[in-house]
């Protein structure tokens, strides 16, 4: 498991936009040595803005959209096209105008789809592990880019502090029900799904996650800090405005900003 590096970011704009010229220069890299990419995409606020601004960017397309996988971390359990879906978000910022496969688009099922949420994680669940290959040695593809947003009190995905989704360790995906952040059903990427990719980025900009960050670089325990819990095999990110970065040891994070 990788130990954090932080970046600090001057303001939630650039942050969007440094986040989105990290994961161009990232996934062109990968599809360069690898042919192909998996990007899992988180939803929240900081999330959907760093797609409109890769969406915005003159250099999107240095990456291949055809030989790129895109999975969610988590997905809110509501009827297809419902606004509040993670998917509609990424779909309407940056999805539905760049060159994807669409078979490569793997959202997660909707509530109308006809399954309960515990089908529909067992559904996803076996989406992910047919798309694993041998040399990933486990349920889920060994997927390069993570993108994560961090709630303040510090849920990753959609799991949320002390509640049974983070003691899982078999499963890959898992039904959330009685989520303190609306809507109360949701489906979620477990902790051991999350720490099979390769890099997992932890983006969160706002005063207000500000402790949650302290938390999740302070050693706490992934129960009660659910962000501490999210790294990635090869290398974790804490990508930061300064606001969120109030709490941060100093000397820990890298002003990337002027
Ligand atoms: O479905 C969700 O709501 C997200 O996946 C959730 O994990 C989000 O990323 C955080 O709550 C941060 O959201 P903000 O960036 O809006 O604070």
Redesign the pocket.
Known sequence: MSVPNVIVHRDAEVLAQAVAARLITRLADTQAARGSAHLVL????????TLAALAGSKARDAIDWRALDVWW????FLPAGNPER?ETGARAALLDHVDLDPVRVHAMPAADSGLTAEEAAEVYAAELEKASRPEDHGLVPSFDVLL?????DS?????FPGQPALYEEERSVVAVHGSP?PPPT?L?LTLPAIKAAREVWI????A??AQAVHLALSGAGPIQVPAAGARGSRRTLFLLDRAAAGKIPPGLGRIASP
Do not use: Q
């Not at 988180?42 to 803005?49: D, K, P, Q, R």
């Not at 971390?73 to 809110?76: A, L, M, Q, V, Y």
């Not at 994560?148 to 303040?152: A, I, S, T, Y």
């Open positions: 988180t939803g929240g606020t900081v999330g959907i803005a971390g988590d997905e809110r993670n994560l947003g961090m709630g303040p849920h990753v995905a959609s799991l952040k949701r979620s983006v969160a900009a706002g207000e996650k």
